[in-house]
């Protein structure tokens, strides 16, 4: 074997496991994307609720439901009933979120484990094949 067929047959294998890793490096990527996607749909309920407690939460600031604010009205003095209404927006604005947040705490971590976990069996078999 000569000496320009040897280069020529190592610059086949070095574009070969160039070509080789790019398309697992890619592979990769792609799997990391889909396991984060996949774990960001999962927050979306948890994120829901705290939404829906924010809402709640601010109509509690400002106790801006006039209609059950003059319901109480009617029974209570104005003062009482506006406590009252706010309380009870307060107790909701609660429980939505301390759904939320359990909810949230259950996920697993967003971290991409399984593709991390795939790179680094890959680094492994190379080092020692």
């Not at 994120?47 to 009205?73: E, H, N």
């Not at 009933?81 to 909701?92: I, K, N, Q, R």
């Not at 996920?107 to 890959?122: A, E, K, Q, S, V």
């Amino acid at each position: 074997m000569s000496s320009t067929e040897a280069g020529s047959a190592t610059s086949d294998l070095l574009r070969s496991l160039t070509d080789t890793v790019g398309a697992l490096l890619r592979q990769e990527i792609g799997k990391a994307r889909d396991e984060m996607t996949g774990k960001a749909r999962q927050a979306g309920g948890g994120l829901a609720l705290l939404g829906g407690a924010t809402a709640l939460g601010a109509m509690a600031a400002g106790t801006g439901a006039a209609l059950v604010l003059r319901l109480f009205d009617r029974f209570l003095p104005p003062r009482l009933a506006a406590v009252v209404v706010t309380a009870a927006f307060s107790a909701g604005a609660v429980g939505l979120s301390t759904a939320g947040i359990r909810q949230l705490r259950e996920l697993p971590p967003l971290m991409p484990d399984r593709t991390i976990r795939d790179i680094r069996d890959d680094i492994d078999a190379a080092r020692q094949a």
